[in-house]
T-cell receptor
Framework: DQQVKQNSPSLSVQEGRISILNCDYT??????FLWYKKYPAEGPTFLIS?????DKNEDGRFTVFLNKSAKHLSLHIVPSQPGDSAVYFC??????????FGEGTQLTVNP | NAGVMQNPRHLVRRRGQEARLRCSPM?????VYWYRQLPEEGLKFMVY????????ESGMPKERFSAEFPKEGPSILRIQQVVRGDSAAYFC???????????FGPGTRLTVL
């Protein structure tokens, strides 16, 4: 039972353009959502989060949007940079406990 | 403030041996989580601990796996009688608790020969 899904295994964009990574969830009890970035042979690095009481959170080049009615969230990166190339994981949480992760999306930003 | 520390970074074991993975949380963090990433998959929750207490172990295999977070010292994930299917990256994360981000360590890559 995959409660958090990232349907795109990979995404390729040009440097300077916008990257949009998508994530869907099925469990309506999730109330906190996070995005992590992961390089090979390293642990995930926290990027940005959003509480279910909000629909948008922005931090520099990164913005997360939450659509609760559609059970969908997205991460926008603008402008994209080659250093952003990594695997991005969406994660969801209930009551400050364990994280449920999506399968990840490999983002490649081409110079 | 040092980040989450895990050791060893790489561990090779033969089938039937024991594997011990260690995790030191960030300073001030009393909540520890263990996750496993199998090849070509996302991270899967295993266990959530606070000092001297297991809060949620619903992701732990029923046999051979155990975890602890003693009053003093690191959290330990122990795998007894390892099998080839245990080969994976094991990540530890910590948080101050509540609705806070979890910060991950670099992981331990276990290879079972």
């Amino acid at each position: 039972d995959q409660q958090v899904k990232q349907n795109s295994p990979s995404l390729s964009v040009q440097e300077g353009r916008i990257s949009i990574l998508n994530c869907d969830y099925t469990n309506s009890m999730f109330d906190y959502f996070l995005w992590y970035k992961k390089y090979p042979a390293e642990g995930p690095t926290f990027l940005i989060s959003i509480s279910s009481i909000k629909d948008k959170n922005e931090d520099g080049r990164f913005t997360v949007f939450l659509n609760k009615s559609a059970k969908h969230l997205s991460l926008h990166i603008v402008p994209s940079q080659p250093g952003d190339s990594a695997v991005y994981f969406c994660a969801a949480e209930t009551s400050g406990s364990r994280l449920t992760f999506g399968e990840g999306t490999q983002l490649t930003v081409n110079p | 403030n040092a980040g989450v520390m895990q050791n060893p970074r790489h561990l090779v074991r033969r089938r039937g041996q024991e594997a011990r993975l260690r995790c030191s949380p960030m300073k001030g963090h009393s909540h520890v989580y263990w996750y496993r990433q199998l090849p070509e998959e996302g991270l899967k929750f295993m266990v959530y601990l606070q000092k001297e207490n297991i809060i949620d172990e619903s992701g732990m295999p029923k046999e051979r796996f155990s975890a602890e977070f003693p009053k003093e010292g690191p959290s330990i994930l122990r795998i007894q009688q390892v099998v080839r299917g245990d080969s994976a990256a094991y990540f530890c994360a910590s948080s101050p608790g509540g609705y806070n981000e979890q910060f991950f360590g670099p992981g331990t890559r276990l290879t079972v020969l």
